[in-house]
């Protein structure tokens, strides 16, 4: 994301984009609402459905930063 949105990038190009070694995956969870009372249980869970689900993958997929897909949902 700071390598899409940086308009200073000279004459930098990315050698290498897709290496498992350079994942920086992202993943949702619920808090605990016997921990943290004030949690909205039903509408965190909503959240997490969508963002799991394929309307919600193709929304991740679809974010671009100048054009460039920024994210690659990997959702299964």
Same mark, same amino acid.
């Given at each position: *994301?700071? =390598?899409?949105?940086? $308009?200073?990038? #000279?004459? @930098? &190009?990315?050698?290498? /984009?897709?290496?498992? #070694?350079?994942?920086?995956?992202? #993943?949702?969870? $619920?808090? +605990? !609402?016997?921990?943290?009372?004030?949690? &909205?249980? /039903?509408?965190?869970? &909503?959240?997490? +459905? =969508?963002?799991?689900? !394929?309307? *919600?993958?193709?929304?991740?997929?679809? @974010?671009?930063?100048? *054009? /460039? $897909?920024? @994210?690659? !949902?990997?959702? &299964?």
């Amino acid at each position: *994301g700071t =390598w899409l949105a940086s $308009q200073n990038r #000279g004459d @930098f &190009k990315a050698l290498v /984009e897709v290496d498992t #070694g350079l994942l920086n995956l992202y #993943g949702v969870i $619920q808090v +605990d !609402p016997k921990r943290h009372h004030h949690v &909205k249980v /039903e509408a965190a869970q &909503k959240l997490i +459905d =969508w963002l799991v689900s !394929p309307t *919600g993958q193709n929304a991740i997929a679809a @974010f671009k930063i100048n *054009g /460039e $897909q920024l @994210f690659r !949902p990997n959702a &299964k």
